[in-house]
């Protein structure tokens, strides 16, 4: 059966899931868990990303995302693969760790009817699954993993840059205070406690609904039929394009990624005032080097073999491993205050 093409456009939204390998865990416990909004946020970063919901169970996860560039595909891959080897890394294992090509079904806008169901319905999974129990006084908010009480609920300060609250509180009619976010959580346990726990937050789906149409579980967009019509033709134009084995890698897809790290890399370059001569010269080990290729690699999705090529680091491989080891904060003490400034500047740290 072939796969269902992917359809991107700049500032759509998507709910993402993906469910581990023949349906086995894909969190042991909550430092794997922790891993994986780790990476989440490194995904955010590197595609702009914001995440509007998430929530993280035992075999699998949801994503309520939006993508500002076309970009969903080239982030999810680098967000699974990076995933999957710190999983294996720290588990001793190998393989495969997400079962079939995770999930991505167009949503409709980030206001409205369509945004405010998917938003209650990945919210209220941990109540469907009994990990919270309204008729016991247990409230959402004791789930931790979960975009209600890992970043919502929380002040400004405690929550992640990628989590949109504002957006997500807005769309419900809540401010971002301490009084809107308390509001918020307890009309979700209401929800909670008036609805039946196995279908609570679900939609049932229309009669006259398509086939295509989701009801949350299954279908390809969440939206309203005028919004099924704009998406199709953006699929009939996606399919209409060659698929060659050089089309995921065309200039067409890459142009924004390369810009942006053509731009980091100029701007690197000079304040660790490395020239065209160093840069053949010196190792690649060089941490002036590292450190630039540090930020590329957090803020785009280019591949190391471009790190390597431009930065003359040599191999991929060693690209990988001087990405691992530059990850110590002692390891910036040795840099010029120039490149030290421009890297708090544009890690924003």
Not at 94 to 121: C, H, I, P, S
Not at 227 to 245: D, H, N, Y
Request: aromatic letters at 10%; proline letters at 4%.
């Amino acid at each position: 059966m072939p796969r269902s093409v992917r359809i991107e456009n700049p500032g759509a939204f998507y709910h993402v899931m993906a469910r581990g390998n023949r349906r086995e865990d894909i969190f042991k416990d909550e430092i794997d868990r922790k891993f994986l909004l780790k990476a989440l946020g490194e995904a955010c970063g590197m595609s702009g990303w914001r995440v509007h919901a998430w929530v993280l169970m035992s075999n699998h996860y949801h994503l309520f995302i939006e993508t500002p560039e076309a970009n969903l595909s080239a982030g999810m891959k680098w967000l699974q693969n990076a995933y999957t080897r710190r999983f294996n890394t720290r588990h001793r294992a190998w393989g495969r760790l997400f079962g079939d090509r995770y999930k991505a079904v167009l949503v409709e806008g980030g206001t409205g009817y369509y945004y405010e169901t998917l938003m209650d319905y990945i919210h209220l999974n941990p109540v469907r699954a009994g990990l919270v129990r309204a008729g016991r006084g247990q409230s959402v908010l004791d789930y931790p993993w979960s975009s209600i009480g890992g970043g919502h609920a929380l002040s400004p300060g405690k929550r992640p840059l990628w989590l949109a609250t504002e957006d997500a509180l807005g769309a419900f009619g809540y401010s971002d205070t301490a009084a809107g976010r308390r509001e918020w959580v307890e009309r979700l346990d209401r929800r909670a406690l008036e609805e039946d726990a196995e279908r609570c937050g679900m939609v049932l789906p229309a009669e006259q609904a398509d086939g295509r149409y989701s009801h949350l579980q299954r279908g390809w967009y969440w939206g309203s039929q005028e919004f099924a019509e704009r998406m199709l033709k953006l699929a009939k134009a996606a399919l209409g394009r060659s698929r060659s084995r050089n089309y995921r890698a065309s200039p067409v897809r890459k142009a924004h990624d390369a810009s942006v790290a053509e731009a980091l890399l100029a701007e690197g370059l000079q304040a660790a005032a490395l020239s065209d001569d160093e840069l053949l010269r010196l190792p690649g080990s060089e941490p002036r080097k590292v450190a630039v290729a540090r930020v590329i690699w957090e803020q785009t999705t280019v591949p190391q073999s471009w790190l390597a090529e431009k930065l003359m680091m040599g191999s991929p491989a060693n690209v990988s491993q001087q990405l691992r080891r530059s990850d110590l904060p002692e390891n910036r003490r040795s840099l010029p205050r120039d490149l030290r400034n421009w890297l708090a500047a544009v890690r924003k740290c």
